[in-house]
Structures are given as C-alpha cells and as structure tokens.
C-alpha cells in the first residue's frame, strides 16, 4: 500500500491517497497567517489502517513548514495536537487554545 498526501487547494482540502485514490482528506479554510481544519474523514473502505493520523501529522508537519498557526476546529485534529503536544502545540495560538480545550503552556 502506497500513501502519498498532497494539497487540493481548489477544493479546500488535504487528501491522503492510497495507490492514486483518494482515501481520506483533510478540510481546511486558509487565511495568510492562518489554516483553521474543521472536518477529516476517511472512506469506509480504509478506516482502521491509521491514514487519518498519518493524514494530519503529514499536514501539520507542511503548515508548520510553512509558517501557518493552526485553529482545530476538526476534533480529530484538536485531539490529535493534544495528544502530540510536544510536536504540534505550538502551531495553535497561545491566546486560541483554551478555546479548543487545549493547554495554554507546552
């Protein structure tokens, strides 16, 4: 199984593709300084093989790269920056993060 993520800015989307077919994706609306993620899905077809994870550790490892600050409106996301806070806390504004449920310090 071969995995590859890549940006569809036409549709406001991250994508996860498995063997060239879209598996999953990541929706996203983008500002200039800002990405806020507010659905992730997966098909039926290929849940349970870790693609949604793999899916947002990939994205959120592009938007650092790019200079982005994250707002996780998506729970998978939230929950996913909540549980890898050392690597992916930061991206979400200081001043935003109580309102996600996130902590406040790294």
């Known amino acids: 199984m071969s995995t590859t993520v890549r940006d569809n800015p036409e549709e406001n989307r991250f994508e996860i593709l498995v063997d060239d077919t879209v598996a999953g994706f990541a929706e996203y609306r983008l500002?200039?300084?800002?990405?806020?993620?507010?659905?992730?899905?997966?098909?039926?077809?290929?849940?349970?093989?870790?693609?949604?994870?793999?899916?947002?550790?990939?994205?959120?490892d592009e938007v650092k790269g790019?200079?982005?600050?994250?707002?996780?409106?998506?729970?998978?996301?939230?929950k996913y920056?909540?549980?890898?806070?050392?690597?992916?806390l930061a991206l979400v504004p200081a001043d935003q993060r109580d309102k996600f449920g996130l902590p406040a310090a790294e």
């Open 31 to 60: 500002s200039p300084d800002r990405i806020a993620f507010t659905h992730t899905e997966v098909g039926p077809d290929y849940s349970g093989r870790g693609l949604a994870g793999e899916l947002v550790s990939t994205v959120l």
């Open 66 to 78: 790019r200079g982005l600050a994250v707002l996780p409106f998506c729970p998978f996301v939230r």
């Open 81 to 88: 920056i909540d549980t890898h806070q050392d690597d992916y």
